[in-house]
């Protein structure tokens, strides 16, 4: 299959492409670097050392015999060249991973939130309409989020991206209904991609587009079969408060022996799957698109929930590091429950690696490995949701900087 | 009250800001004049005779003794200027109109729905993203469309934006819950306003933001008692195939003894208010916004709905002038149910203008009146849902013009 990658140079997009390339497809990975960018802006660096892309490329090529491509192109912002670019390249399947996809950096500022919103945006609806106009049957398989949701209801498991309603008549009885799942975002970042969901309805809809829509859990792990082949496939690892999920910055606090940081209570329940399992999803995904005036196809692409608190005693068993709490710069919940469907993905074959088993190998191979590199003052969680939890979160910032200065 | 009305200078804005200015409130129209560059760009100018901006608040201020100002700022493209604007303004309610809001004109061509997307969700989330940055208690009141809907299903009232249903838990019971309703956009402009939902969603439930989304259905006629006031004052009148509405081309046809032109059957129901029903809609909601922490407000914006062939009924009973089908330019059902609750409004007091009573001065003192204006070529709707539709209707498009040279 011939297949563009956008946002192939990001977490998500470079095991992806790996994956792809190496069971046989054609690939060529499309992006704008941005995530390299953000990286520069924040003075922050991914914890494993990575080459530029067209330097992994060189060494995927001389790893595996096979040759990706790399075009450099802003999809939200040159909608001209995405047109023409695509119009000579005509993939089979694209995958849109092309979006700013941490939800603290979302939230960090107006500058950050109207990047956010207008970027991503742009970058999915610039590549739908352009298939439109050029008549391409392109298959879309977009990465979406768990947070699309929010928290399941008590009692009830949230379904893959549609939910059985009953809805009142006027003469009083009821009649059912499928709808797309109410949203129930979180940041700005999650807001973004329930504004996807919309767009992709739409499209399917009007224009008998072709699309799957993956609900992601926060995904962990570093290596894939791929990135292991060679030092320089390595995939990045980000351990900084903006773009570090929750699992890393423990793994981190553990490397360098630093108390494990639980915001809250630690009650939340998140969604999880590793990165290999996330590659394999995405196979499976592009393996299975939905027929001509389907509405979107939607996978839970998750494996586990787990509670904070209980991911951070795992972590912490493992490591002998003990667990301090501190404000949370999230608004939310205290304590949420998360019941999720993922069984379209598990019919279609997938064997889930789990954070018991993956964890360890996490810890050593990679926190320690490269705990050299960890810069300390990067790990706090600094973005807050609104200018009240900002205020909260700065103090008690200030304390721990004051703390490793001891 | 001071009040900023973006888009003031547009349909609804104008007549808008008059309403607010006479009922004694502190005005400032932010524009880009988008509007008139785009009937610049299409070729074709309102059926009145439309003043600058400026010479319009020259002449208000001299009929009314009221000052309104003008700024001119794009509120999608310059976020820092809108920024710094709101900071120094400081409006208790702002009126968001600053949107592209034509379906057809959103179906045109790749170029006109990027454009319709990017434009409508950054002006939307710039003005969200600013009055959090700043802190403003801003009554943030914008306009929605009837559109999220979509149609009404069988039997059952579309309620004000949100509806109750009854979901399965996982033990086989059901629990209730309030949903906003769930959209069903028929073009890229209507899923903008949907999108645009989802932002005041959030902003409401994580800034605390007071948001009033008002669901208009097709607005008709063009004198309120201020445009009456001075001819220089009239409001504009579309009657071009992308920004004309169906009732807006049956009475320009009328008038100039063209067959109205109904495309499919007619059998499509449409919801409808008067200008002057949608200006004292609009000062209504300004005056009664939601707590802080309220969910937005949604009201249905609508007095009637009709069929689209019993309206022309309508109007050829009262002009003579026959009926006519085209095929539809539209992705749509050939017939649809529309039933809509608007009790909040007519509660607070709206008394409809209805268009049995109303649309014979519409007939004789606009379309008529200006009849020398129309530029026959620019009627028929010439922009396509689909490349598909695109096809069937040019070539009765060309018979159209064949027909009228003769």
Chains 1, 2 share one sequence.
Request: proline share 4%.
């Amino acid at each position: 299959m011939r297949i563009a990658v956008f946002g192939g140079d990001g977490f998500v997009g470079w095991p992806t492409c790996l994956h792809l390339s190496n069971a046989g497809h054609e690939i060529t990975i499309v992006d704008n670097l941005s995530r390299r960018r953000i990286d520069t802006e924040l003075g922050v660096q991914s914890l494993t050392p990575m080459d530029s892309i067209q330097e992994r490329l060189r060494i995927w090529k001389n790893v595996s015999g096979r040759t990706m491509r790399f075009e450099l192109l802003d999809i939200a912002e040159e909608y001209t060249r995405v047109k023409l670019w695509l119009d000579q390249y005509r993939p089979d399947a694209l995958i849109h991973l092309a979006q700013q996809r941490a939800a603290p950096y979302s939230m960090k500022n107006d500058r950050s939130k109207t990047y956010t919103v207008n970027n991503n945006v742009a970058a999915t609806h610039n590549l739908l309409s352009a298939l439109v106009e050029l008549e391409l049957d392109t298959h879309f398989v977009h990465l979406g989020t768990m947070g699309v949701y929010g928290y399941s209801d008590v009692g009830a498991t949230i379904p893959e991206g549609y939910l059985d309603v009953k809805i009142p008549a006027d003469d009083g009885t009821d009649f059912q209904r499928q709808i797309l799942y109410p949203t129930n975002p979180n940041s700005v970042y999650h807001l973004t991609k329930c504004l996807d969901q919309l767009m992709f309805a739409f499209y399917a809809s009007n224009d008998l587009l072709r699309i799957t829509d993956l609900h992601q859990g926060v995904v962990w792990g570093t290596h894939t079969d791929q990135t292991r082949r060679h030092e320089q496939l390595v995939n990045r690892f980000d351990y900084d408060g903006d773009y570090g999920t929750v699992l890393n910055r423990f793994l981190i606090q553990a490397a360098v022996k630093h108390p494990l940081t639980v915001h809250g209570t630690g009650g939340q329940t998140r969604a999880f799957i590793h990165i290999q399992d996330s590659v394999r999803c995405i196979e499976i995904a592009v393996n299975n698109p939905p027929a001509h005036g389907d509405r979107p196809k939607i996978f839970n692409q998750m494996t586990e929930t787990f509670r904070i608190r209980d991911l951070a005693k795992l972590v912490s068993d493992m490591s002998g590091v003990e667990i301090i709490n501190l404000p949370n710069p999230r608004k939310e919940a205290d304590e949420n429950d998360l019941k999720v469907s993922n069984k379209q993905l598990l019919e279609l074959g997938l064997e889930p690696v789990t954070l018991r088993v993956g964890m360890l190998e996490e810890l050593v191979h990679v926190a320690q490995k490269y705990a050299h590199r960890i810069d300390q003052s990067k790990i706090p969680a600094q973005s807050a949701w609104t200018h009240e939890l900002q205020s909260k979160i700065s103090s008690v910032v200030d304390i721990s900087t004051a703390k490793r200065k001891r």
